[in-house]
């Protein structure tokens, strides 16, 4: 009786170790047949995404190669951010770099800002966010272009007070039924062209360290 | 039972009687969060339906050599693999649409409504019967999906097949029709709330139309289909 139970038991262990060998073996077939596609249209997204808020004309490098990353302290976030290196001829142009409002009304917001070697902004876009639809949500450039209120701007000093939302006295509207959103994305920005002002030269002059091959994040 | 009866039959209850998403209410989970725009519902029932029909033909035509103990783990890991599989190729091929699906799209493989299929149908009936269960239910499931996104899309922000391009390519910018103008979203309907509002009329409108159906109906003797869904009831 025994005995039998354990052969049966073997045997639906066997069985079950080769299904679970086979689906294996499907879901890596699949991944090997699309994983250069995957790869491909990450690189696009971040290639058109870069190439809205920097001309493509400005700059003649091959821009998501020239990337650098930044230490999480520098910006103030939990995580690493990396900065993507516009240059026209080795000279310097503008840089793109990602970074994290960590408060927004619901959570993180992901920005990806661009800035002119002469600390003025080119462009921002919102990657990722959880906003209220509706409301926290014009800070897509799908929905709203309130984001782009920020291309030309330029930090007159550290502490410059026009850049916060009107409400708090600043230059940038606010939405109605949603200020915390806008004034989050204000403050990320801000950090960020203060950071790239005092930075600029070691920004530019670091080795590039970090490949779409390797930030090509698997965001689930 | 002639054979051409039994597809009608598997048809009827995929469809209407047993609808996954309005009777068994199975798979809720997705079905309320990625309803807000039409795109997205279809997106995601396509997704489910190919997994579905993938699933149960797989299922029945290796449910000879699943002895009944294992068979569950078993059912799991082949959903699993077709899923991760439909997501990858998601992510390859229609990627933006896969980035605003999100999390759901590898949420499939704990909807209720495919493990049920395959352990309540699949696992018992031949292949050809059993892919096209899977066919019927998935659109059963999806058709639900389209309506709910169709109603919250209209309702929430006036437009239909908003961000098509994402799932067809840039060609379906055309199919974007913008119903009425609003200044602000109705946020209600969009937001989740909202789709457990809309889910619940529907439900009230199929059982009133099964309820006039009834009516309607002289009653005839019952004819009792012996054969077609034996355990419903345990789920």
Known sequence: MAKTLTIAMSKNAQL???????????????????????????????????????????YNNVIYQDCLILPSASLGTATAQKVYRARNNNTPVSAAITTIAPDGYNGNIELLIAINIDGTVSGVRTLKHQETPGLGDKIEIRKSDWINSFVGKKLANQNDSRWQVKKDGGMFDQFTGATITPRAVVKAVRNTVNYFNSHKNELFDSASNCHIETSGKESL | MKFTDEYKELAWQGLWKNNPGLVQLLGLCPLLAVTSTLTNAIGLGLATLFVLICSNATVSAIRQWVPKEIRIPIFVLIIASFVTCVQLLMNAYTFGLYQSLGIFLPLIVTNCAIIGRAEAYASK?????ASFDGLMMGLGFLLVLMLLGAVREVLGQGTLFDG??????????????????????????????????VMGFFIAIKNVIDERIAQAKPKIVNQEISRVRVNFDEK
């Open chain 2, 164 to 197: 098509a391009n994402l799932l067809l390519g840039d060609w379906a910018n055309v199919l974007r029709i913008e119903v009425y103008q609003l200044d602000t979203q109705f946020l209600l309907v969009i937001l989740p709330p909202g789709a457990f509002i």
């Open chain 2, 125 to 129: 009936n031949p292949v050809k019967q």
């Open chain 1, 16 to 58: 079950l170790a080769l299904f679970a060998v086979a689906c294996t073996a499907i879901v890596a077939i699949v991944h090997l047949l699309t994983k250069d596609e995957i790869e491909f249209q990450q690189q696009q997204k971040l290639l058109r995404n870069l190439n809205s808020i920097i001309a493509d004309n400005s």
